[in-house]
């Protein structure tokens, strides 16, 4: 064999190793890359899966809500339809105290109008029993003298 045969075949030798080699870093690398982005997918799988529960929790918790809207919502009108009926009442309550108020007001003004009536009538009573008293005292004077002539003729004493 020659010495080119042999350097060639040392050259194709040395150049197949490097190529192997070569070629075994590269399917390393290529199963560490692939080892990372298995792990890296399966994670992201996990996270998925997590953002799926928790999708589905926030679902039923939305569900939750509007019910819970539909139930307030419910309630708030009951409450303003007995607030609208406790209003009614109570505008015909006040409406019945104002007439109440004023029916009062015409008593008052009727027992005001007597009163000023019993006053004039007490006036003229008390004018009468004024008259009365001097008729009395007139009566006495008379029934003094005639019970007792000799006051009718001074000069009898």
Do not use: C, H, W
């Amino acid at each position: 064999m020659s010495f080119a045969k042999l350097a060639g075949l040392v050259l194709a030798a040395l150049i197949a190793i490097g190529a192997f080699s070569g070629m075994a870093l590269f399917m390393y690398n290529m199963g560490k890359d692939m080892s990372t982005m298995t792990v890296s997918v399966k994670r992201m799988g996990e996270d998925v899966n997590g953002m799926a529960r928790d999708m589905t929790n926030m679902a039923g918790q939305m569900v939750r809500m509007a019910e819970s809207m539909v139930k307030g919502q419910k309630k708030m009108g009951d409450d303003f339809s007995q607030v609208r009926s406790d209003m009614s009442t109570m505008t015909r309550s006040m409406k019945q105290m104002g007439t109440d108020m004023n029916t009062m007001g015409q008593y008052i003004n009727q027992m005001n109008q007597n009163i000023a009536q019993m006053n004039t009538s007490m006036q003229r009573m008390s004018q009468d029993m004024s008259v009365m008293n001097q008729s009395m005292g007139r009566m006495n004077y008379d029934i003094n003298k005639f019970t007792k002539p000799e006051n009718l003729m001074p000069f009898m004493r």
